[in-house]
């Protein structure tokens, strides 16, 4: 499904060698064939779909007409999906991988979504999307339910809207997520621990799942992920994880966000559990500082800019999602430093002090 670079001309040799090579931005493309006045490359391993560093070295030396021919153009490539794995995902979202030609890693995909057709209308239905591997993305998709669809990438900072196209079989283009028997779904879940917040427990339906196998599960609040259950731990109906620091504290008492039950196995099956039911709790989370993995005392100047690091789970998401939420340091402010921090660590930075 590569791009192929064809070079036309003549005196290129009559046989192949090791030679004869061609190059973009640094990289090394794949020869296909030579013969005296064609050689075919494949773009496999490009940077991005765009660059103006492209290079071809034959073995017969460079023939006349290469500066105008080759040396300082821009060589451009479409982004193409051919293949979306797997084919059919559980309900309440599966993690998917995109074929897709000329895309590598300098391609931007800070703004990239996959997309699928549904009721005549594209909607997005994954994003924060991440490369694998040249020209292999990946995503787990939401949680929502439609039938087979065609898929697109949408990379706008790309080359285009890639509407994804396989001659071979047209199938592997289409995506569905539907309900079936053995769908695992949550119905409830609880946070407890006998007063300590350290469990969620899982009620629901089909939490054996059989196909992909050695499924295990985990769960996961507010970016924290709970440690993973042996499959001896879980029955169809009923799984508790456990979270070694603290369940997560929610920005509020209204705080709409409900755990996931994730499911994956070592060949890279991912998928996550529908969740159609209630989150409750017995005991209430609280925020809980690692005071293990928490400096207790710091040096920093009078002119600041010191960072200070709390270990706390969900802490970072309360200081992000509230105005009235803050840190001080012996009476002083400490500002929240969002792209420092995570769902378990927070990160501030001191300011300068007046005295």
């Avoid at 339910?145 to 790309?158: C, H, K, L, Q, Y």
């Avoid at 966000?257 to 196995?265: D, G, I, T």
């Amino acid at each position: 499904m590569e791009h192929v670079v064809i070079v036309e001309g003549n005196g290129f040799g009559d046989a192949a060698s090791p030679d004869d090579r061609m190059t973009v931005d640094g990289v090394e493309m794949t020869l296909l064939s030579l013969t005296d006045t064609e050689a075919k490359f494949a773009t496999s391993g490009v940077l991005d779909f765009a660059s103006n560093d492209m290079k071809v070295i034959f073995a017969e030396g460079l023939p006349r007409g290469y500066d105008e021919a080759i040396e300082g153009n821009d060589l451009e490539l479409d982004q193409k999906s051919y293949k979306i794995t797997p084919n059919s995902g559980a309900v309440g979202g599966t993690k998917i991988t995109v074929s897709i030609t000329a895309v590598g890693t300098e391609s931007d995909l800070s703004e990239a979504t996959v997309q699928a057709q549904i009721s005549g209308e594209w909607v997005d239905i994954c994003d924060d999307i991440t490369l694998v591997t040249y020209g292999t993305l990946s995503c787990t998709t939401f949680q929502m339910e439609f039938t087979d669809s065609p898929v697109r990438v949408n990379i706008p900072n790309g080359s285009e809207i890639s509407t994804c196209e396989n001659d071979n079989d047209a199938s592997l283009c289409m995506f569905k997520q539907v309900m079936t028997a053995t769908t695992p779904v949550v119905t409830k879940a609880t946070v407890t621990g006998n007063g300590l917040a350290t469990m969620i427990e899982f009620e629901g339906t089909g939490f054996d799942i059989q196909d992909p196998a050695d499924m295990v599960p985990y769960g996961e609040y507010r970016g924290i992920k709970a440690e993973p259950q042996a499959p001896a731990d879980v029955t169809a109906t009923k799984i508790i994880v456990t979270f070694i620091k603290g369940v997560p504290a929610p920005i509020s008492l209204d705080d709409e966000e409900v755990p996931k039950l994730v499911f994956h196995n070592d060949e890279g099956d991912e998928l996550t559990a529908a969740f159609h039911g209630d989150f409750e709790f017995v005991d209430a989370p609280v925020l809980s500082i690692d005071t293990a993995e928490t400096p207790a005392s710091m040096k920093c100047s009078f002119a600041g800019g010191c960072d200070y690091t709390l270990t706390a789970p969900g802490l970072g998401a309360i200081l992000a999602g509230t105005e009235d939420s803050k840190i001080e340091v012996c009476g002083n402010p400490c500002i929240f430093d969002a792209e420092k921090s995570d769902a378990l660590l927070a990160v501030c930075t001191l300011e300068p002090l007046v005295s």
